[in-house]
């Protein structure tokens, strides 16, 4: 059981606009920042969302992060075939002193 | 290239030991924090374990006392020795860049997977 908590899919049909949350505590999301990973089953992850909201260069600006308290949420717009991954949400938990994820979201492109 | 290759994966009896190792191509371990992540089948990625540019280590509950992370700087390279294995540990393992902290991984291997089976 992940300590965060992401709904186990998501699914759109291309252009349109789908989000994927994430839900945590006071002890994690709630006092850290939140990072979104997107992966390919046996790729290697790659960082697409960090510090709630940033985009690293190269990532689209079609992804986009919000926290709010205790939960976050990852927004893929213009959505394409391509974007048909699993995406991880992630962030630090000052109880347990190390990070933590969710248990990840199968998104599919219909 | 930046890279990070991982190795040393396979099926292994439980109780058994495996050395994961992940060699870096430009970009210098002991510069950074280098972590291994975790991703059971069907289940979320876990964070097993982080070695810090001064050489701390810290581990997750559910490997401490079993799992041991190092380096060799001469290689460039991050072992992950993990022993008395359980089938609990059938994972992928991916080793990452966490020197930004806080849940931030900027750069991952593509994996190498460990079974645990009899």
């Known amino acids: 059981q992940s300590v965060l908590t992401q709904p186990p899919s998501a699914s759109g049909t291309p252009g349109q606009r789908v989000t994927i949350s994430c839900s945590g505590s006071?002890?994690?999301?709630?006092?850290?920042?939140v990072y979104w990973y997107l992966h390919l089953p046996g790729t290697a992850p790659k960082l697409l969302i960090y510090r709630n909201n940033q985009r690293p260069s190269g990532v689209p600006d079609r992804f986009s992060g919000s926290k709010s308290g205790t939960s976050a949420s990852l927004a893929i717009s213009g959505l394409r075939s391509e974007d048909e991954a699993d995406y991880h949400c992630a962030t630090w938990d000052d109880s347990l002193r190390g990070p933590v994820f969710g248990g990840g979201t199968r998104l599919t492109v219909l | 290239e930046v890279q990070l290759v991982e190795s040393g994966g396979g099926l292994i009896q439980p109780g058994g030991s495996l050395r994961l190792s992940c060699a870096a191509s430009?970009?210098?371990?002991?510069?950074?924090?280098m972590s291994w992540v975790r991703q059971a089948p069907g289940k979320g990625l876990e964070w097993v374990s982080v070695i810090q540019s001064g050489g701390k280590t810290f581990y997750a509950d559910s490997v401490k006392g079993r799992f041991t992370i190092s380096r060799d700087n001469s290689k460039n390279t991050v072992y992950l020795q993990m022993n008395s294995l359980r089938a609990e540990d059938t994972a992928v393992y991916y080793c990452?860049?966490?020197?930004?902290?806080?849940?931030?991984?900027?750069?991952w291997g593509q994996g190498t997977m460990v079974t645990v089976s009899s």
């Open positions: 430009g970009f210098i371990v002991s510069s950074n924090y």
């Open positions: 006071s002890s994690n999301i709630g006092s850290n920042y």
């Open positions: 990452a860049d966490s020197t930004a902290g806080g849940g931030a991984f900027n750069m």
